[in-house]
């Protein structure tokens, strides 16, 4: 069983940077962090492999976000610069025990409760 809470939304204007945090408990393989607009279908925005620190990244946010591990706190960090209206949206974490695949929702097994982002131009 894993459990991940999410902190660190918040509103920025437009060209700022947030940071996003997630704390793990229990045995992740891959991390990933997903997100969802009003209206829209949740999309994945970053994953990463745990043990061989592989990272990978949705076209829309690459070059602005970074996705990091913290074994020592079993943290997981989304490092988001330059934000864009676009990126409002509410963002969740999850992990995955046993498998690094695509930033499908399928691919996860475990989700946290989400943290809002709100951006503003």
């Known amino acids: 069983q894993v459990t991940l809470v999410e902190s660190g939304g918040d509103s920025v204007q437009a060209g700022g940077s947030l940071r996003l945090s997630c704390v793990a408990t229990g045995y992740t393989f891959c991390m990933g962090w997903f997100r969802q607009a009003p209206g829209k279908d949740r999309e994945g925005v970053a994953g990463?492999?745990?043990?061989?620190?592989?990272?990978y990244y949705a076209d829309a946010v690459k070059g602005r976000f970074t996705i990091s591990q913290d074994n020592a706190k079993s943290t997981t960090y989304l490092q988001m610069n330059s934000l864009k209206p676009e990126d409002s949206a509410m963002y969740y974490c999850?992990?995955?025990?046993?498998?690094?695949?695509?930033?499908?929702?399928?691919?996860?097994?475990?989700w946290g409760q989400g943290t809002q982002v709100t951006v503003s131009s």
């Open positions: 999850a992990a995955d025990p046993s498998r690094c695949g695509p930033l499908y929702i399928d691919n996860f097994a475990y």
């Open positions: 990463l492999h745990v043990r061989r620190g592989i990272t």
